[in-house]
């Protein structure tokens, strides 16, 4: 690129003005990449404010060198928008967001934090599921279908936990169709939900029966029905 160049064998960024050494110049990119106003080309990959990871542990001299320094792409509004929505919240906040505030990517974090939270603790009582009269109340490919959506669910807002800037959200990587799937797929949590309800309402009545089952004597013509 042509923004480094040599100085009596040293190199510099704006040589004649300026007089940034690389290791400047690299902080330098790493904020406006951090930012969202840049993405940087190296050989065999692009880093944007997704890839914050991967630009701190690439070496100085790889950033410097870089093939070219490119715009962001537009923001993804479409997608973002249908986020703040299955989470319960305004889609306006996206507007905010391209204003720069902090305010609605605190409530996404919060929001994202608390239903991977409520994902796992739901995951979890599915392995025990909800049972009436000694019989579960789902069947075994109805519960692997709910897993499978609670799993893909968890793994969804996990990925979008490492949103925390307007930078990263400006490169929200996630389609309508995915983000919208993901609607289908936190029912799976109400559902659950219902059934334990169910299973806790009813529990005590299929306690009383099973032990009345017990005791009545052979014969009788209440038993099996």
Known sequence: NEIIQEDEGVEYMDKDGA???????????????????????????????????????????ELVHFKHIEQPKDWNEPALRRLFEVLGEGAGNVELIKEGKAEPIQTLDSRVRQTVEKLVTVRHQVENPPSLFGKPLLSESELAAIKTKLDDAKNFFESVQGYKNPGQLKNFKHGVPEVESQEQNLKAVDAVAALQSLAAELGPVSTYLAHAETILPAGNGRLGK
Do not use: F
């Open 19 to 61: 007089r940034l050494e690389p290791q400047w110049v690299a902080v330098l990119m790493g904020a406006l990449v951090y930012h969202g106003e840049i993405v940087i080309a190296i050989p065999g990959d692009k880093l944007d404010a997704g890839k914050m990871d991967k630009l701190v542990s690439t070496p100085v001299e």
